[in-house]
């Protein structure tokens, strides 16, 4: 029960797009659609930002996007703005009927 | 307004036992699987344990796998997590999160605001 791989840390300007990948195996992230992504500030509870590789909840900007090629999830912010500064988590369903979470990514805006 | 609202966390001393709880309010709750992710300071999330709408599917991380357990009831509208043989690897803020639909293969659209663990002598 490997943690999905993510980059510790992914930076930009404002107005820039990031891309934060997601890597895992053929019994979680490549075997099934069943992708998220959280976003969590400091001091407060995770918030659902993508779901199901690429659908994103109500009331969440359009600026994020989710995809998927092979074993890897990616989820990119465009028009990055001050208020995306935080960290990122993935998470997968797996063929064991778990859930596994990445390592998380910080997201700096410069 | 959808909520959930854990408790039951604290101090407790290695080997001993600890029940969280997390109350939900505002959405029909047997229509949804709910789970238990924690996270500790200054670290990532780990996903602790899940239960589907109905009970019939459960799973665990290899971490807590047999010393904890997950159990709902609809009745109530509550989540509970009995944690046995506490080590201090569990020491964690602890989040009960609600998924978008009845399987655990679904994301968690609402979470808790967490009750937080600590396992120390």
């Known amino acids: 029960q490997s943690a999905l791989t993510q980059p510790a840390s992914v930076s930009g300007s404002p107005g820039q797009s990031i891309t934060i990948s997601c890597t895992g195996t053929?019994?979680?992230?490549?075997?099934?659609?069943?992708v998220s992504w959280y976003q969590q500030h400091p001091g407060k509870a995770p918030k659902l930002m993508i779901y199901?590789?690429?659908n994103r909840p109500s009331g969440v900007s359009n600026r994020f996007s989710g995809s998927k090629s092979g074993n890897t999830a990616s989820l990119t912010i465009s028009g990055l703005q001050a208020e995306d500064e935080a960290d990122y988590y993935c998470?997968?369903?797996?063929?064991?009927?778990?859930?596994?979470f990445g390592g998380g990514t910080k997201l700096t805006v410069l | 307004e959808v909520q959930l609202v854990e408790s039951g966390g604290g101090l407790v001393q290695p080997g001993r036992s600890l029940r969280l709880s997390c109350a939900a309010s505002?959405?029909?709750?047997?229509?949804?699987?709910m789970h238990w992710v924690r996270q500790a300071p200054g670290k990532g999330l780990e996903w602790v344990s899940g239960?589907?709408?109905?009970?019939?599917?459960?799973g665990y991380a290899d971490s807590v796998k047999g010393r904890f357990t997950i159990s709902r009831d609809n009745a109530k509208n509550s989540l509970y997590l009995q944690m046995n043989s506490l080590r201090a690897e569990d020491t964690a803020l602890y989040y009960c999160?609600?998924?978008?639909?009845?399987?655990?293969?679904?994301?968690?659209?609402?979470w808790g605001q967490g009750t937080m663990v600590t396992v120390s002598s």
């Open positions: 505002g959405f029909t709750f047997d229509d949804y699987a």
């Open positions: 999160a609600k998924a978008t639909g009845p399987r655990l293969l679904d994301a968690f659209d609402i």
């Open positions: 053929s019994s979680d992230v490549g075997g099934y659609n069943y």
């Open positions: 199901d590789v690429s």
């Open positions: 239960i589907s709408w109905n009970s019939g599917s459960i």
């Open positions: 998470s997968s369903y797996t063929s064991s009927s778990l859930v596994v």
